[in-house]
């Protein structure tokens, strides 16, 4: 069963990550990465613990990682962009330019990208039942956006969507695209414990997300899975995870 | 007759990261006998096996896949109501979930100590519900504390677990070995230094700082001596556990360390003196009819242990007696419990035998899957309670998902014979310590491939082994084929080492072209392996039972194919042999078109598939010889002639190979390339080697690092094959 050395962490994530396809970055994550680039345009971030840890979760999940992204997310991104680097810094002739306009060296990670469409994932019949309940299980965590579901996947197809419906359909994307979700939101992670999507929550300690400038990165795994401690510390300088 | 949807199609790809998932959220029936495949595979067999080939995909993806909740939680929803009623065999899983879907279920079970234990589930259990519950783990409590009580002797007071090193006497020094991969008790905060003496056979340990710790005395297949530098390798360390076993004694193994709660330290002589009281308790309690009793699995007979009472240690063996003893007293008025005190001493027993490999990650022993040179021993009162707590929890989700199920057990007459494994003899044993259990029905079922399936009318859908199929190819054909029936296809589960295979009733087939046979074959295996294309880190030994899955269907379909003029039986084993190598053949091609690279040499191609499939596997039991020699039929290889591959099937890297001539073998050239790199000479790494050899051997290089980066593994032979690819893009520039 097992191969080489499998015996350690950064092995058993990697075997665990493997079985997700693709990533959900909410917008907290995406600012603390655009905060490190702002500074040093066109420069690889050399102080930023959140930018290292992503390049890690690249590198382990291998071509399973694709950043799964959709119109609203996208101008979430673009807006903590032009928040963040003030337009000038903007990098335009970036080579992948998922948000647009986005920042050099975060072409790493956005390379290889997928969009969704919401609107379309929220009427595929054979999921609603359950994306409903999820939905409801978001919405009692405080996440808040529509009360009603229908109202949700209307405001998608009128264009309507605000923050609180990003961050909720950050979620929806996630579980139902198989992918690993990053945030450093408890509530959803609290929802991920409870009611096990197919995705996996990685939650960044907040401190960290705030001051990317930190060593280690403290994070834990929504729901447990076997073999792997529910919060890890990942280390930018040894650039390793440890329980 | 109305076709069903599995026979044309299965979301490999799907069920395959599903029972994944199910497993890394702690699958309930993982912990019970008989319960053999995930429920997610379970369902997703019955699910298809029920559906008629017109059910729409979309509609079926929600309970294959579902979005929120533990997959074992899922059901199937609603489905037509025929068949009424199905005949599961084997597998308590897919008759629970057979049942789920609403069908009046009979479950065969080959075994009646698992027949006994499937009435005790899907009778009293889901019947009476938490009050049987109550009631278990009441019992279970109770023997658990009397356990407490009477072992305390044998083990310390906060003692979590303890490092067990088999060892292996030196044939030029006399020095007892310890048989270590690795140094590490705890990755990252402790390791094991090891004390060599100058005169004495024994060594001692010392528990030291990560950075003190020197390397394992095992690498790349051969034990090093570290007193005297003698050399040899494991299969010569295993047949002197053979002998050993012959003459009465099991392997022995040092006491290296103990885990205690917060903190890790050697062995005391305190704790050799538990092990000594514990191992004249074994021997006394050993003379009772309690003792275990069962033949293992082959491949465990091939180490020695020959005898399942042969899995522990004295101490294992001694506590898991008193355990016995202590359930038949406490279960004298609840004899029904004490089926469910055999399932806790099987867990228990694969969590703490020799066979328990000591998982440095959490620094304590993991579930016997194979044979382990470090296991670890856990203190038996504890280990009751946790697996204990386990079961009643596993109990506890089937009463909440299985809610008014009708399923029904009886105890096989013949018909589809089933797999035997580990925890069946485990099971087995225990059943008949604990109540007299009569024994198999039928002899020499251990060696059949089927873990379960299920069957009404003329149809019938297996689950299969797919390493048993890969080793019994001819008999799983002659098996289908003999008793009417052929495979409409066959779909293999990556990561879940089965293969899921629809049979339908044979007609008489007509005649058919060799060509048409191949091209079925090279066909499906394309099909197949698409679903293998993001396959990562996991699962791709089982990709090497794709050609198995897609030669099936001809094989068991067609009688006769006609082969320049002449009309051949498609069952002579050369035909068989040959129709399976044809989808090896594109197997191989395909493999290396996903690698992207392109070797043509047969000894390069088998070079870089095997690294693919197998990897290095230094810590595992590589793949038999019988299981290569369809991959060496396709490349029309003589395995004699390749001084890299092992007798037991292991395939060499650079570091074992002594003799690396001619160097017209591609793989010769690239050992002896990289042996240059490591030697600071890597401009000379491909001198005089031949242009077209050179070319291989560039190749081979960047087969063997992208094989590394899809398995996940880091091998020193990587790292110097990357070395030569740098070195000779610098030259080709210059």
């Keep these: ?243 | 007759m109305t076709g069903h949807k599995i026979d044309s199609w299965f979301p490999i790809t799907l069920v395959s990261d599903e029972c994944e998932r199910e497993r890394g959220l702690g699958s309930p029936v993982g912990v019970l006998p008989g319960f053999r495949s995930p429920l997610a595979l379970a369902r997703a067999v019955v699910l298809l096996s029920l559906s008629t080939e017109d059910a729409e995909r979309e509609a079926l993806l929600p309970a294959l896949q579902p979005v929120i909740g533990e997959p074992w939680r899922t059901s199937i929803g609603a489905l037509g109501e025929e068949p009424e009623e199905v005949r599961v065999f084997g597998d308590g899983s897919v008759a629970l979930e057979a049942a789920r879907a609403g069908r009046r279920v009979r479950l065969v079970a080959p075994d009646p100590a698992i027949a006994r234990f499937f009435e005790e589930v899907f009778g009293r259990l889901l019947e009476e519900g938490e009050e049987a519950l109550e009631e278990l783990a009441g019992f279970l409590r109770q023997v658990g504390r009397v356990l407490r009580r009477r072992l305390s002797d044998l083990y310390g007071g906060g003692e979590r677990a303890y490092l067990w090193i088999k060892r292996v006497r030196c044939p030029q020094c006399g020095l007892l070995i310890p048989l270590m991969e690795h140094r590490w008790i705890v990755k990252g905060s402790c390791a094991l230094r090891v004390e060599v003496p100058e005169g004495g056979d024994e060594v001692e340990f010392e528990v030291v700082e990560p950075e003190e710790a020197g390397p394992g005395t095992l690498r790349a297949g051969r034990v090093t001596c570290p007193r005297c530098r003698e050399s040899w390798g494991l299969e010569r360390v295993r047949r002197s556990f053979l002998l050993r076993a012959a003459r009465g004694g099991p392997a022995g193994a040092y006491l290296a360390a103990v885990v205690e709660d917060g903190s890790v330290r050697s062995a005391t002589d305190p704790d050799l003196d538990r092990v000594e009281r514990a191992r004249e308790l074994a021997r006394e309690l050993g003379r009772s009819r309690l003792l275990p009793c069962e033949d293992p699995p082959g491949w465990l007979r091939r180490w020695g242990v020959w005898d399942v009472s042969w899995m522990f240690n004295s101490r294992q063996l001694a506590a898991l007696l008193e355990a016995v003893t202590v359930t038949l007293n406490v279960g004298e008025s609840l004899e029904w419990c004490r089926v469910w005190a055999a399932a806790v001493l099987t867990e228990l027993s694969l969590r703490n035998s020799v066979l328990s490999r000591w998982d440095p990650a959490v620094g304590e022993p993991g579930r016997a899957e194979g044979w382990a040179w470090e296991y670890g021993e856990l203190p038996v009162p504890r280990a009751w309670e946790k697996v204990s707590s386990e079961i009643l929890r596993a109990c506890r989700e089937l009463i909440e998902v299985a809610e008014g199920v009708e399923v029904e057990v009886e105890v096989a007459d013949g018909g589809w014979g089933v797999a035997r494994d580990l925890p069946d003899a485990l099971f087995r044993a225990w059943s008949g310590a604990l109540l007299n259990a009569p024994v198999w029905g039928t002899e020499g079922r251990g060696g059949s491939s089927i873990l379960g399936g299920l069957s009404w009318g003329g149809r019938s859908f297996l689950v299969l082994r797919s390493d048993r199929v890969a080793e019994r190819w001819m008999e799983v054909v002659g098996e289908i084929v003999g008793r009417g029936l052929r495979a409409a296809s066959a779909w293999p589960v990556f990561g879940e080492n089965v293969l899921v295979v629809p049979l339908v009733e044979r007609e008489s087939p007509e005649e058919v072209d060799w060509e048409d046979v191949v091209s079925e074959v090279r066909d499906a295996v394309r099909r197949l392996l698409d679903a293998a294309r993001d396959l990562e880190g996991r699962g791709w030994e089982s990709v090497g039972v794709v050609p198995y899955a897609a030669a099936l269907p001809p094989c068991t379909g067609l009688d006769v194919v006609k082969r320049g003029g002449d009309s051949l039986s498609i069952r002579q084993p050369e035909v068989l042999s040959e129709v399976l190598a044809e989808g090896w053949r594109e197997l191989v091609t395909a493999v290396l078109e996903l690698l992207n690279v392109g070797v043509s040499d047969p000894r390069a191609r088998f070079y870089a598939v095997y690294r693919l499939l197998w990897g290095y596997r230094e810590s595992c039991d590589p793949p038999s010889r019988r299981r290569l020699e369809p991959l060496l039929r396709a490349l029309k290889l003589d395995p004699d002639e390749l001084p890299y591959l092992s007798a037991d099937g292991r395939l060499e890297s650079y570091r074992e190979r002594r003799e690396l001539r001619p160097r017209e073998d591609p793989v010769n050239a690239f050992h002896a390339a990289l042996l240059a790199v490591r030697e600071g000479a890597p401009e000379s790494a491909l001198e005089g080697v031949p242009e077209n050899v050179r070319k291989e051997v560039l190749e081979l290089a960047r087969a063997v690092i992208r094989a590394a980066r899809r398995c996940g593994e880091n091998h020193p032979e990587v790292e110097l094959a990357r070395r030569l690819l740098g070195v000779s893009v610098g030259v080709a520039g210059r």
Excluded: W
């Excluded at chain 1, 330019?97 to 956005?110: A, E, I, K, M, N």
């Design chain 1, 1 to 243: 069963m097992s191969r080489g050395d499998e015996s350690d962490v950064p092995a058993r994530l990697r075997e665990r990550l493997c079985s997700f396809r693709g990533v959900v970055l909410d917008a907290d994550v995406f600012a603390a990465l655009v905060g490190a680039f702002s500074d040093d345009l066109c420069e690889a971030p050399t102080d930023n613990v959140v930018y290292a840890f992503l390049l890690e979760l690249r590198r382990l999940m291998g071509e399973r990682f694709v950043l799964y992204s959709y119109e609203e997310l996208q101008a979430k991104y673009a807006e903590i962009v032009r928040e963040l680097a003030d337009e000038r810094v903007v990098c335009d002739d970036c080579p992948a330019s998922p948000v647009s306009p986005t920042v050099r060296g975060l072409c790493h990670l956005f390379r290889s990208h997928k969009e969704v469409r919401v609107p379309r994932l929220l009427s595929r019949s054979g999921l609603l039942e359950q994306l409903e309940r999820l939905y409801r299980e978001l919405l009692r965590a405080g996440c808040t956006c529509p009360p009603e579901f229908r109202d949700f996947k209307h405001d998608f197809v009128e264009g309507r969507a605000g923050d609180e419906h990003v961050h909720v359909a950050n979620v929806l994307v996630a579980a139902v695209k198989r992918a690993v979700l990053v945030t450093s939101d408890r509530r959803i992670k609290d929802v991920c414990d409870r009611l096990k999507p197919g995705c996996l929550c990685i939650r960044l300690d907040r401190e960290c997300v705030r001051d990317p400038t930190q060593e280690e990165l403290r994070l834990e795994l929504a729901p447990e899975l076997g073999g792997l401690p529910s919060e890890l510390r990942y280390r930018r300088v040894a650039g390793g995870f440890a329980p």
